[in-house]
């Protein structure tokens, strides 16, 4: 069995093509320069270009080889946080656009899909099930609401029934169905971003982590062998921030999330869970999170930690979450497992900032980045072509520092973690 790093994971041996960039050397000049390879960077330096700009972008490792390859897979309209509350946070118009937002972000991926040929094995239909009884009151009000109040008719009700005849478990008591949700192969839409990127004229360079930056009316950014001197400076770098921008770090927490891909299953049992091939999602606090890959594995995401490090068995880890729902498939082999780093917020709200008049941040997407990412993306070449107010949409959405600041956030969010993750297990 393979596991730990994410070369060894299943999105990376199924990469449907091999990109390589050269590493930053020398000193270099250009209108934009990104930090971070991942959806929201390559989402901007596409955009950028498309209008016109010489965008340079730095990424540490590899594009894609972060959280934007490693994750679910799932886009899906709506945000963490429910309308109804983001109305009396922020107000009913302000609400209404985030949400009209959320919807657009599904469908640019769509649409930069379609536009680029990415061949990514899209799939529609995004269920979110119900995990207790307890929870199918919420689902049936959040679906009432989208459709009475949102005018919102790509979702509907489904009884315990009718989840258990499309999963073919009795696991579940109910779910919502989002029939222009969707679901990638997330490493091969980034990879796809990024050959689309570069056959646009972005300079991408791979294996040049940034050291040192300095604001002001020219940024300048330093990697171990180069500098990069530029009009507008955009960070893309989420989970994997680190030190690198404190102001911003204050904003996220760093966490860990892991995923299993079984050996291809067997014709009988493939075709009686997931016949419909949905992704799915359940409504505990720390999510499970399934599907089923093109080549007919099933994908498993379940288990976080609040560490630096990955468990050592990360398919014992996520595995005991997958047989409480499949015991069928006790026996089944694990063929991948991996894990990745994402950013939360404490609202669970993206973190949207403009911070001088050149400087630009989005993080903080909390599980939604696939489709949220690559939105913030186009909203950052919104703003540096000079038309922010889609992007302060965003912004203007309050974002509390962590208690602590990042020295001291890690104790209180683990507390916290372990409190729900007790109260999804036993309440």
């Given at each position: 069995?393979?596991?730990?790093?994410?070369?060894?994971?299943?999105?990376a041996?199924?990469?449907?093509?091999?990109?390589?960039?050269?590493s930053?050397?020398?000193?270099?000049?250009?209108?934009?320069?990104?930090?971070?390879?991942?959806?929201?960077?390559?989402?901007?330096?596409?955009?950028?270009?498309?209008?016109?700009?010489?965008?340079?972008?730095?990424?540490?490792?590899?594009?894609?080889?972060?959280?934007?390859?490693?994750?679910?897979?799932?886009?899906?309209?709506?945000?963490?946080m429910?309308?109804?509350?983001?109305?009396?946070k922020?107000?009913?118009?302000?609400a209404?656009?985030?949400?009209?937002m959320?919807?657009?972000?599904?469908?640019?991926?769509?649409?930069?899909?379609?536009?680029?040929?990415?061949?990514?094995?899209?799939?529609?239909?995004?269920?979110?099930?119900?995990?207790?009884?307890?929870?199918?009151?919420?689902?049936?009000?959040?679906?009432?609401?989208?459709?009475n109040?949102?005018?919102?008719?790509?979702?509907?009700?489904?009884?315990?029934?009718?989840v258990?005849?499309?999963?073919?478990?009795?696991?579940?008591?109910?779910?919502?169905?989002?029939?222009?949700?969707?679901?990638?192969?997330?490493?091969?839409?980034?990879l796809?971003?990024?050959?689309?990127?570069?056959?646009?004229?972005?300079?991408?360079?791979?294996?040049?982590?940034?050291?040192?930056?300095?604001?002001?009316?020219?940024?300048?950014?330093?990697?171990?062998?180069?500098?990069?001197?530029?009009?507008?400076?955009?960070?893309?770098?989420?989970?994997?921030?680190?030190?690198?921008?404190?102001?911003?770090?204050?904003?996220?927490?760093?966490?860990?999330?892991?995923?299993?891909a079984?050996?291809?299953?067997?014709?009988?049992?493939?075709?009686?869970?997931?016949?419909?091939?949905?992704?799915?999602?359940?409504?505990?606090?720390?999510?499970?999170?399934?599907?089923?890959?093109?080549?007919?594995?099933?994908?498993?995401?379940?288990?976080?930690?609040?560490?630096?490090?990955?468990?050592?068995?990360?398919?014992s880890?996520?595995?005991?979450?997958?047989?409480?729902?499949?015991?069928e498939?006790?026996?089944?082999?694990?063929?991948?497992?991996?894990?990745?780093?994402?950013?939360?917020?404490?609202?669970?709200?993206?973190?949207?900032?403009?911070?001088?008049?050149?400087?630009?941040?989005?993080?903080?997407?909390s599980?939604?980045?696939?489709?949220?990412?690559?939105?913030?993306?186009?909203?950052?070449?919104e703003?540096?072509?000079?038309?922010?107010?889609?992007?302060?949409?965003?912004?203007?959405v309050?974002?509390?520092?962590?208690?602590?600041?990042?020295?001291?956030?890690?104790p209180?969010?683990?507390?916290?973690?372990?409190?729900?993750?007790?109260?999804?297990?036993?309440?």
């Amino acid at each position: 069995m393979k596991n730990q790093g994410f070369e060894a994971s299943y999105y990376a041996n199924t990469a449907n093509q091999s990109i390589r960039f050269p590493s930053l050397k020398g000193d270099h000049e250009t209108d934009v320069c990104i930090i971070g390879g991942g959806y929201t960077g390559l989402s901007a330096a596409l955009h950028l270009s498309e209008k016109g700009y010489r965008v340079t972008l730095l990424e540490a490792h590899r594009v894609g080889s972060g959280a934007s390859g490693r994750n679910g897979g799932q886009l899906c309209q709506g945000h963490n946080m429910g309308h109804a509350e983001l109305s009396k946070k922020v107000g009913k118009q302000h609400a209404d656009l985030l949400w009209e937002m959320s919807v657009e972000s599904v469908e640019l991926v769509k649409h930069l899909i379609q536009q680029h040929q990415i061949d990514c094995d899209l799939k529609a239909g995004v269920l979110h099930v119900a995990a207790k009884n307890s929870h199918v009151e919420d689902i049936q009000q959040a679906v009432d609401y989208k459709r009475n109040t949102l005018g919102y008719q790509k979702v509907q009700y489904l009884t315990k029934q009718d989840v258990s005849e499309a999963l073919g478990t009795p696991h579940f008591h109910g779910g919502e169905l989002y029939e222009d949700g969707a679901h990638i192969h997330p490493y091969n839409f980034a990879l796809g971003l990024a050959k689309a990127a570069h056959e646009n004229g972005v300079q991408l360079f791979e294996q040049s982590d940034v050291i040192h930056y300095q604001s002001g009316d020219q940024p300048r950014v330093k990697t171990p062998k180069g500098t990069v001197k530029a009009n507008y400076l955009l960070f893309a770098c989420n989970g994997y921030l680190d030190k690198l921008h404190p102001q911003a770090a204050k904003k996220i927490m760093p966490i860990n999330n892991f995923i299993l891909a079984t050996e291809p299953l067997p014709e009988a049992i493939y075709n009686k869970i997931n016949p419909k091939d949905y992704a799915i999602a359940d409504s505990k606090f720390v999510v499970n999170y399934f599907r089923l890959s093109a080549d007919k594995r099933l994908l498993w995401g379940g288990g976080e930690n609040y560490r630096s490090r990955f468990p050592k068995d990360i398919a014992s880890f996520v595995k005991k979450h997958m047989l409480e729902v499949y015991p069928e498939l006790t026996h089944t082999k694990i063929d991948f497992s991996w894990g990745g780093t994402l950013a939360i917020t404490l609202n669970r709200m993206p973190y949207f900032a403009h911070q001088e008049k050149n400087v630009f941040i989005a993080q903080g997407y909390s599980g939604h980045g696939v489709a949220l990412a690559t939105l913030a993306g186009k909203l950052m070449a919104e703003a540096v072509s000079g038309t922010a107010e889609r992007f302060n949409v965003f912004s203007n959405v309050p974002c509390a520092n962590f208690p602590g600041g990042t020295l001291l956030r890690w104790p209180g969010l683990v507390a916290g973690m372990l409190y729900y993750s007790l109260r999804d297990r036993f309440s």
